[in-house]
């Protein structure tokens, strides 16, 4: 799709969803990749009853979403073909964080995997309920076996992976500071 400036009323319209009117004006990269953070937050949130303190992720990143877009939506015609269409990330960063094309459809397959054993988990839950109180248990005892192995097994799983997640980028962050102050002497 080519790059450039559309109809302002229309721009406005999808800037009220983050990445709208960025994939509008025909920055895909960008649009999605923002589209795909606002609801990830909503997803994982979700996910991991997270308290209602946490809903102010998304609403950060559906204000950064609007002013992106409209700040996009003031450039000339030569501005935008001159921006590249790079992911929302890239854009808080110094070049040093890129994350290929290919690693994001790796990334996305495994979400949408992820997805779908959710919900055959969520299937093999309520089956498992039918099936254990067909057999006479008691129902706080099958809500206690069913809860510990179907929903807070994956929570504790997720929780590691982002503490292993976190201590990686500290790590990285780590090294760059001490790159940097090497470089400098």
């Given at each position: 799709m080519k790059k450039g400036n559309r109809n302002k009323?229309?721009?406005?319209?999808?800037?009220?969803?983050?990445?709208?009117?960025?994939?509008?004006?025909?920055?895909?990269?960008?649009?999605?990749?923002?589209?795909?953070?606002f609801f990830c937050t909503f997803m994982i949130l979700g996910y991991i009853s997270a308290s209602d303190m946490f809903i102010i992720l998304p609403i950060i990143i559906w204000f950064y979403g609007f002013f992106h877009a409209r700040n996009l939506?003031?450039?000339?015609?030569?501005?935008?073909?001159?921006?590249?269409?790079?992911?929302?990330?890239?854009?808080?960063?110094?070049?040093?964080?890129?994350?290929?094309?290919?690693?994001?459809?790796?990334?996305?397959?495994?979400?949408?995997?992820?997805?779908g054993l959710s919900l055959i988990l969520g299937v093999i839950r309520n089956n498992t309920y039918e099936f254990l109180y067909m057999f006479g248990l008691s129902e706080a005892r099958?809500?206690?076996?069913?809860?510990?192995?179907?929903?807070?097994?994956?929570?504790?799983?997720?929780?590691?992976?982002?503490?292993?997640?976190?201590?990686l980028l500290i790590r990285g962050k780590k090294k760059q500071i001490s790159s940097d102050t090497i470089e400098m002497k």
């Open positions: 009323f229309l721009t406005f319209c999808f800037s009220l969803l983050p990445g709208g009117a960025e994939m509008y004006m025909g920055f895909m990269k960008n649009g999605f990749s923002l589209l795909a953070c939506a003031k450039f000339t015609e030569e501005e935008l073909q001159a921006r590249p269409d790079t992911y929302i990330w890239e854009e808080f960063t110094d070049g040093s964080f890129t994350i290929p094309s290919k690693t994001v459809r790796v990334v996305g397959a495994i979400t949408l995997i992820l997805i099958i809500n206690e076996i069913s809860s510990l192995i179907l929903y807070d097994l994956p929570k504790f799983v997720l929780a590691i992976i982002l503490i292993i997640l976190g201590i």
